[in-house]
């Protein structure tokens, strides 16, 4: 695989649409083809980027022996189905997040990913985002000390958002602001993960939204703990009923400099800095882009462009820059180059603390213990 380029397949065309222009500069990329179900719409795509293969059957794509990779960015309840066969169908997998809503299919992905020893990889922004890779050099720097604490949050209003959106458990949803939390106090080859887990429903949505789900909760909010650490992350998610700008945040108390997430969109990052000098008072500070990291002709995507309602992201500026980042990452694993980052196991506990806070939640609060593989 390493002497030529990675032929992928892209399906679902909304945000999936936004890594199509990123594959096409990869030099190690070969963008061969999308899929959606609307055959309008695939087209219309296909023609924007010039793209010949064109599917609005999903088998179709797996039975495409052109096809080294798929990356899924379809519905929610799609993702552990649609994962699983193509693994089964020996692709490679990217998928967004998060990596499935059952329990079931976290496992069967795992175990068919160790079995067939392709990549699996969770696309999951924020461990690629600007703010994140700032804190995690400090941290790996030594410059905030020991860490003492970390806060995630997800809030965002998702009215009027596609059908499977309505009343979904917000933890069923939390891998942004679980995923940093873990990420900064993983090392390479032994990743941070969670141990158990307690989470609080709070308030209520409207009882129109309730059925679908069978979940109540307006907030909810959860602390986990963590393999091997005296470290307790808590983190917060809402999508319905709850009057919060849209929000993925994520703060670091530490012992000798804290990082705390802005607190509006187009802010800056705090620094908090133990001691008394007048000179160490919280301060702003700017985060650079890390493009570096990135092969040349896809440095561009990091480009911090949204538009003025923070829903619909230009191409490859979104989500504090990740998108070529996330690419990246994954096509250099498919390669054999590095490895996946969130990789299968990783990205199942990931995906798990949502779904047992969700159970704990349930449950008025019990402790839940999260699957480990
Ligand atoms: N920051 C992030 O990581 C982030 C941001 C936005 C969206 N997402 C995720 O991306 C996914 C898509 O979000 P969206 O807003 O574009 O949703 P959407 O509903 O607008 O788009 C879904 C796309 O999938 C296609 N699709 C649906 N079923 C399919 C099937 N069986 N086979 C092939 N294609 C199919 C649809 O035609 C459509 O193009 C969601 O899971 C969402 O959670 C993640």
């Not at 175990?111 to 804190?135: D, P």
């Amino acid at each position: 695989m390493s002497e030529r380029k990675v032929r992928v397949a892209i399906v679902g065309l909304g945000f999936g649409a936004e890594f199509i222009p990123i594959y096409q500069h990869h030099p190690d990329a070969e963008m061969v083809a999308v899929c959606r179900r609307d055959e309008a719409g695939v087209n219309a795509c296909a023609d924007k980027f010039n793209i010949a293969k064109r599917y609005t059957r999903y088998e179709d794509v797996l039975n495409d022996p052109d096809i080294d990779a798929v990356h899924i960015n379809s519905p929610i309840p799609d993702h552990g189905p649609q994962t699983i066969a193509a693994l089964n169908a020996g692709k490679h997998v990217a998928c967004t997040v998060p990596m499935a809503t059952e329990k079931s299919q976290i496992e069967e992905i795992v175990k068919l990913q160790r079995a067939t020893g392709l990549v699996y990889m969770m696309m999951e922004t924020v461990v690629y985002a600007r703010e994140y890779l700032f804190a995690k050099g400090m941290y790996d720097r030594g410059e905030l000390g020991r860490i003492q604490f970390l806060r995630g949050s997800h809030q965002q209003d998702m009215d009027g958002w596609p059908n499977y959106w309505p009343g979904l458990p917000p933890m069923w949803y939390a891998t942004h602001c679980v995923s940093p939390c873990l990420g900064i106090l993983s090392t390479p080859g032994k990743p941070a993960l969670a141990s158990s887990v307690v989470c609080h429903g709070s308030g209520r949505i409207r009882e129109e939204l309730i059925p679908k789900y069978g979940s109540p909760f307006a907030v909810q909010s959860a602390t986990f703990k963590i393999h091997g650490s005296d470290v307790v992350a808590e983190v917060t998610r809402s999508l319905f009923d709850t009057a919060r700008q849209y929000r993925e945040s994520f703060d670091v108390t530490a012992s000798d400099v804290s990082f705390e997430w802005q607190q509006l969109e187009g802010e800056e990052p705090v620094l908090h800095t133990r001691g008394l000098q007048e000179a160490k008072i919280p301060r702003r500070v700017p985060v650079p882009d890390y493009a570096d990291r990135l092969p040349e002709p896809i440095r561009k995507f990091t480009g911090a462009i949204h538009d003025a309602t923070h829903l619909s992201f230009v191409q490859g500026g979104g989500h504090g820059g990740s998108h070529p980042h996330l690419a990246h990452n994954f096509l250099m694993a498919v390669l054999g180059k590095q490895p996946a980052f969130p990789d299968a196991p990783t990205s199942a506990n990931y995906t798990l603390v949502g779904l047992c806070a969700h159970e704990s939640a349930t449950a008025g609060g019990t402790r839940v213990e999260i699957p480990q593989y």
